[in-house]
């Protein structure tokens, strides 16, 4: 019987744990009691255990704690319920499960058209967006939150019948009352490979099973088994050696009441053939092919090629060859026993192409996802990729003596259109200007550096422009009269043209040297910054001179009289005034003293 849709069948499933499992009707032996009427669970302990299989124990062990839940008072339910959330123990559904108006659901069970009450039961809720279920129910009818139900049913005895009821609608404070009969059924599957009956396990699943779900019924193949008749999509798997793994899928295979069913799996080898396109044309592709059940061993073929494998379900990568994002698909594939199975992987992409402009430039580009610690993949200038669709990083790094060397950018690229990005490597061009109230000042120097007292930046060129690559920058101007003036940091950017003017701020220091009240002409009034050699200013008797603001140290001198007058402060826009006083002239010696006025004797 070959499968009809073997993508929705799922193979490998892991047991869930079963919860809240509950009889109905009487115990299965004398002296097994059921739960009290208040809820309570008192009376379905080791008897009932006891009853049943050790699977059920198990079940029933981990239904207690809901059951001693229900005969709480109020409060102590809402004090269990929150130490439960702080603890982790009590999952959103559960806690839903005790203190919402709820539904009971109480399944009928016939078997072979007889009323069965020993049959234990496993509901599982059905929850819209969710992948998974979460187990609910208890002893006795289950009381559920209000929603569908997917209930499995276990009759012990022989033969055992196990049976799953579909999409069971409960609505709150109503009881839903679903059916399922039970017909036992003989089977017997044959496995062979290459013509000869070899060793393998029989497992029975419900049509289009959950990934998740349990078997319902496993059994060796190469004899007789009793089921339940039914509709089942089996899985014969076996090995053939130790670590190489074969199965055949057989879907919807019905099983009728009464008589056997006998019937053969085929697990000899098949074939496979990936094909990839792009943009709806086939491409070139590499494709990876790894046994579902085996995490080492792996194959790599081409696009197109035709490979022999054992039969069995296969993981498939398949990365586009021209993709520089390594662009790469995976699919769950069957091979089936002497069948060559054909898959298709479909990629859309489009093409980035990269460039940068500057003076005889060398740059390289690199490409990453947004956010990501590393780049996937790099280029020389101009060139361009093959991307999918869809946001990327890229980073332009340029060959110049520059602290920044790299540009970065988020790009997009459309399914079959060409994007094109591009960086602009220019440097800036500065020009200085130093100014006092709107004229040029006479400058002795400028220096314009890395922010900090960092490297230089160089001199200007014929245009007195200075030729700067992005980052912070100041400057430092020595004016003529030894004045020293800064300006930043600043940033520059990419390509800008830039004009910078110092300002000279100013105030005015107004000295007149007098000896017995009275301005002496004749005396030199030299204006010193601390600790210069070279005067800033000089005046002649008395006068007024615009400087930088900041301390002055004075010396005036007068013949053979020199005075210092140290720690003059000027003010910037302020006007600081003051008198240096020199001491009186001594007379010559053997001249004598004369009232001012007086004229010296004739003849003398």
Known sequence: MEPSDPENVSRERRMLSRAHISMLGRPLKEGASRPSD?????????????????????????????????????????????????????????????????????????????????????????????????????????TVPPGEYRVRVECEGSPRLVGV???????????????????????????????????????????????????????????????????????????????????????????????????????????????AKENGKPAEAVIKVLPRNEKKRDLRVEAGQVVDLPPGRYVVETTLASAADFATKRQVVW????????????????????????DKLEAVAKIGLPGAAEDFGHFRLPGQVVLTPGEYRVRIEAN???????????????????????????????VVEVKRAGRSVEIQSIRVRSAGGGKDAGQPNFDGEYILWPGRYEIIAELANGDTLSDGPFEVQWGQRLLRTLEVTHGMLS?????????????RILVFKPGAAKSAAELKGEGSVALSPGTYDLKVIDGPHIKWHPN??????????????????????????????DELPEGE
């Open 38 to 142: 208040d809820g309570s669970g008192e009376g379905s302990g080791a008897e009932l255990v006891e009853s049943w299989s050790p699977a059920t124990k198990r079940i029933v062990a981990r239904s207690r704690l809901s059951l001693k839940f229900a005969s709480l008072p109020r409060m102590s339910k809402l004090a269990v319920i929150v130490l439960g959330l702080l603890g982790g123990w009590a999952s959103s559904s559960q806690v839903l499960a005790q203190v919402g108006k709820n539904g009971t659901l109480h399944p009928e069970i016939n078997v072979l058209g007889r009323a069965r009450d020993n049959c234990a039961l496993e509901a599982t809720r059905i929850e819209k967006g969710l992948k998974g279920t979460k187990p609910l129910g208890g002893i006795g009818a289950m």
């Open 511 to 523: 000295v007149k040297a007098i000896r017995n009240g009275r301005v002496v002409t004749s005396a």
């Open 335 to 358: 091979v089936r026993s002497n069948k060559k199975t054909q898959a298709t992987e479909s990629f859309e992409t489009g093409t980035l192409h990269v460039s940068a402009e500057g």
């Open 165 to 275: 009821i579909d999409r069971v609608s409960v609505s709150a404070e109503k009881t839903s009352t679903p059916s399922l009969n039970l017909e036992p059924a003989r089977i017997r599957l044959r496995a062979e490979r290459n013509g000869s009956m070899v060793t393998a396990e029989v497992r029975l699943y419900r049509p289009k099973a959950d990934e998740d779900e349990p078997a319902l019924y496993t059994f060796p193949a190469n004899q007789s088994a009793e089921i339940a008749a039914g509709r089942y999509d089996l899985i014969v798997s076996g090995k053939v050696d130790a670590s190489v793994v074969i199965e055949a899928a057989l879907e919807g295979t019905s099983i009728p009441k009464g008589k056997l069913t006998a019937f053969t799996a085929d697990l000899s080898d098949g074939q496979l053939v990936v094909s």
């Open 400 to 430: 110049i003596d520059s602290p920044v060397k790299m540009q970065e950018a988020r790009v997009t690229v459309h399914k079959g259109r060409h994007t094109k990005h591009s960086a602009k490597f220019h440097p800036t061009r500065l």
């Open 568 to 597: 003059v402060r000027v003010h910037e826009r302020k006007n600081t005034e003051m008198s240096v006083e020199l001491e009186a002239e001594t007379p010559a010696e053997g001249t004598p003293d004369l009232p001012v006025g």
